[in-house]
């Protein structure tokens, strides 16, 4: 049986709005979207990882770090749609689409593969993406994740769902930027134009759901975390200093 191919791709651009170029901002003399690559290549489920970015200044910290990079248009909506075009570009076959987004530089290679895999051997998912537990309340920069009995995804929200109404949560399902595609389903969505939902909340995979794709979730466990914000820059200096994925890394 013939081997199924994955591909990793890392959406990244330079001018975020909320931590101006936190992509080339530096841990340990290594910029955040070059971590994510590097440990993307760690994985052992993906035949090959690209950056895919807005701005030479990214392309060319990547071709420093000898990283596989491509440059994209400026005007993308979404991760996604930056994704969609990069794929298109290399112009090869793959069987699952892997969207590892770059501001996740403590992310784990072996998450990544636990997502790949599990989209592997699933047949009616589009769309395969992990959870983390969290106890954080109110903070609008943590998409949060509710699934059925099937774990297939009901709604992603930046408010605290479910709504402790009458019974209180400990946790809750916190989306981690990892997400599996289908070629097809990433051609879907990113063909499509962007929906209410999407459009209301900022989330991009609302999208997924309000045009009929079937996305299912998965709970993994650790740490990972997006750097939206200074604190977060600050919080994943900190962190890095004990990850254990670091070291086969560093320079």
């Known amino acids: 049986m013939k081997k199924k191919k994955v591909l990793g791709l890392i959406p990244t651009r330079l001018n975020s709005t909320r931590l101006p170029q936190k992509a080339l901002l530096e841990i340990n003399s290594i910029p955040l979207i070059i971590h994510t690559y590097k440990r993307a290549k ?32 400026e005007h993308h909506s979404n991760g996604t749609e930056r994704i969609y075009e990069a794929y298109k570009k290399l ?3 793959y069987d699952l689409i892997v969207d590892i987004q770059g ?3 403590l992310i784990s290679p072996d998450h990544i593969d636990k997502v790949a895999n599990k989209h592997l051997n699933e047949k009616y ?15 609008t920069n943590i998409v949060r994740v509710v699934s059925n009995i099937d774990n297939y995804v009901l709604y992603f929200s930046r408010s605290n769902i ?8 400990n946790f809750f ?8 595609f289908t070629p097809l389903a990433l051609k879907r969505f990113a063909l499509h134009k962007q929906t209410p939902l999407e459009l209301i909340e900022d989330i991009e995979l609302l999208r997924a759901l309000e045009i009929g794709l079937k996305i299912k979730t998965m709970k993994l466990k650790g740490d990972s975390f997006s750097v939206d914000v200074e604190e977060d820059y600050f919080k994943a200096k900190k962190k890095m200093t004990k990850d254990k994925f670091f070291k086969f890394y560093k320079a």
């Open 42 to 73: 760690m994985s052992k489920t993906l035949d090959d990882v690209v950056i895919c970015c807005d701005h030479k200044k990214i392309y060319q910290v990547a071709k420093k770090f000898k990283a596989k990079c491509i440059l994209t248009s």
């Open 91 to 93: 112009g090869k076959k």
């Open 103 to 105: 501001d996740e530089p």
């Open 125 to 139: 998912a589009d769309i395969v993406l992990p959870t983390l537990s969290t106890k954080i309340k109110n903070n």
């Open 162 to 169: 479910p709504f402790e109404f009458k019974k209180n949560v």
């Open 173 to 180: 399902n916190k989306h981690l930027s990892i997400i599996s």
